[in-house]
């Protein structure tokens, strides 16, 4: 099955870049997701990639694929105090519907 | 439109005592999920259900039963909790949308088994 690493921890400080990094392992995965949580809170879909995409920017988010090396990442700029959260990358394939969560990584923004 | 509901928020039992998580969905989504969140450990599955009256097992379904009762509800229940079930539990709903499956999360129930 799929395995998904993240790490578990990233700090930074208000108003800098923050990059997130996800290897997962399986070469089928076709979209793969970016979910924000807040504390005490469920998932939101932050943004996602098709598998044929190299980089897709969405207003503060970018998000880089690097199909050959299995590695996502995820940068925030200008990060603010609201984006402190749990950061989870998901893969997911083509066939199923079904969703592999990483570990996800807890962002702290310093003021 | 409240999105993908969970009932209770919080609960506490004791071992081999029996409850039933409940969750509801009010965007007509045919796909209904239920996941464990453990610290470090992302979000695991433990049963889902493609459409109304089908359900299958995730990764982690022993210690637990799942139903979908109609296209709305899809409940999980623990016949006899153990403390390695303490976690927070998450229900999820998805659908085709944009040409991919995008999944809405409930709030989550805090589950303590002691």
């Known amino acids: 099955g799929e395995d998904v690493e993240q790490s578990l921890f990233l700090s930074v400080r208000e108003g800098d870049s923050s990059v997130i990094n996800c290897t997962y392992t399986?070469?089928?995965?076709?979209?793969l997701y970016w979910y924000k949580q807040e504390p005490g809170a469920g998932l939101q879909l932050l943004t996602y990639?098709?598998?044929?995409?190299d980089m897709k920017q969405d207003q503060r988010l970018t998000v880089l694929l690097n199909k050959k090396d299995k590695h996502l990442s995820l940068r925030i700029a200008d990060t603010q105090t609201g984006d402190s959260a749990i950061y989870f990358c998901?893969?997911?394939?083509?066939?199923?519907?079904?969703?592999?969560f990483g570990p996800g990584t807890r962002l702290s923004v310093l003021p | 439109n409240a999105g993908v509901t969970q009932t209770p928020k919080f609960q506490v039992l004791k071992t081999g005592q029996s409850m039933t998580l409940q969750c509801a969905q009010d965007?007509?989504?045919?796909?209904m999920y239920w996941y464990r969140q453990d610290p470090g450990m992302g979000l695991r599955l433990i049963y889902y259900s493609a459409s109304e009256g089908t359900t299958d097992k995730g990764e982690v379904p022993n210690g637990y039963n799942v139903s979908r009762l109609n296209k709305r509800e899809f409940s999980l229940r623990l016949e006899s909790a153990a403390p390695s079930q303490t976690s927070v539990y998450f229900c999820?709903?998805?659908?085709?949308?944009?040409?991919?499956?995008?999944?809405?999360f409930g709030p989550g129930t805090r589950l303590t088994v002691t």
């Open positions: 965007m007509n989504h045919n796909s």
């Open positions: 999820a709903s998805s659908e085709l949308a944009r040409g991919t499956y995008e999944q809405y």
């Open positions: 990639i098709f598998s044929n995409m």
């Open positions: 399986d070469s089928s995965s076709t979209y």
């Open positions: 998901a893969p997911r394939d083509n066939y199923g519907q079904n969703f592999v």
